[in-house]
């Protein structure tokens, strides 16, 4: 049955939540896209007439279609080419979804999204469904085909994996430009030390190029070995200019509502380095270089107003 106008007009208005959705279950801005366009196929394939509640309908077949990815992603990342890391969105991105409650803004940093790797397919659903939209455990069980108790135990179970052992800290976009721009300062002063005391002891920094651009293949852990890490990133050198086809200009932004660092180079991010803030320091240094996972960043970049840079690296 070809669905009509106001069909259609149904489904573009739960758009933008599905997206929300699909991003946070599969870390993945093109595989969300992918996921959200495979729900609309099924939606024009369904007696829409005979469905009583769209939104709840919509949100069991993009699940359904997340958890099958997950379970075939999780085979893929096991011959992934160094270390896997999410996609990280830049501010203003609506794919980030709601961000009115602290578990909002927590279900989507660029922390938590790294963490929930840890969770199996249906802990990862039921987290994000319940934390970063709210969901009663009784619409969770019935999207799931789970009891009701099993969704409570399931979140609880899951909070606890992505808890991670540090209280992280929630930064505003003004404190998140100063705490990039006292990072960088102490990334190029040419010594380490004052790079170490913006650590936490046991910060660990990861890199995923994708096996397209260098990366760690393994985290640097300690604060003395992630501070030479990164020292030695900013440090110039004709080399890295060569690497990489110039002298991109280095930001401070917001990245999945956490302090970020930017390389931008013709107008192409090639670089978002998050940074995880906690009441003891920089707790973790994250670099997103795989070219495949910044082209959102990209299109989100060309579209905002975003001055001059802080300085040119290498």
Known sequence: ???????????????PRLEAIAYRLLGSAGEAEDAVQETFLRWQAAEVDRIEVPEAWLTKALTNLCLNQLTSARARRETYVGQWLPEPLLAGDPMLGPAETVEQRESVSYAVLTLMERLT????????????????????????DITEAASQQIFHRAGKHVAG???RAEVPAAAARRIVEEFLAAATSGETGSL?????????????????????VKPFQGAAAVARLVWGLFRPGKAKRTLVGGAPGVYAGVANGGPAVLA??????????????TAGGIAAVRSQ??????ERATARWAATDH?????NAF
């Open 1 to 15: 049955m070809a669905l009509t106008a106001n069909d259609v007009d149904r489904f573009e208005a739960s758009r």
């Open 121 to 144: 397919p249906s802990e990862r659903a039921v987290y994000v469904l319940r934390a970063a939209f709210d969901y009663p455990h009784r619409e969770i069980a019935e999207i799931l």
């Open 165 to 167: 052992g540090k209280a």
């Open 196 to 216: 170490v005391r913006l650590l936490t002891e046991d910060t660990v920094a990861i890199g995923d190029g994708g096996g397209k651009v260098p990366a760690g």
């Open 264 to 277: 931008v180079l013709d107008g192409r991010v090639i670089g978002v380095m998050c940074l995880e803030v």
């Open 289 to 294: 270089v795989n070219p495949d996972k910044l």
């Open 307 to 311: 001055g001059e840079p802080l300085f």
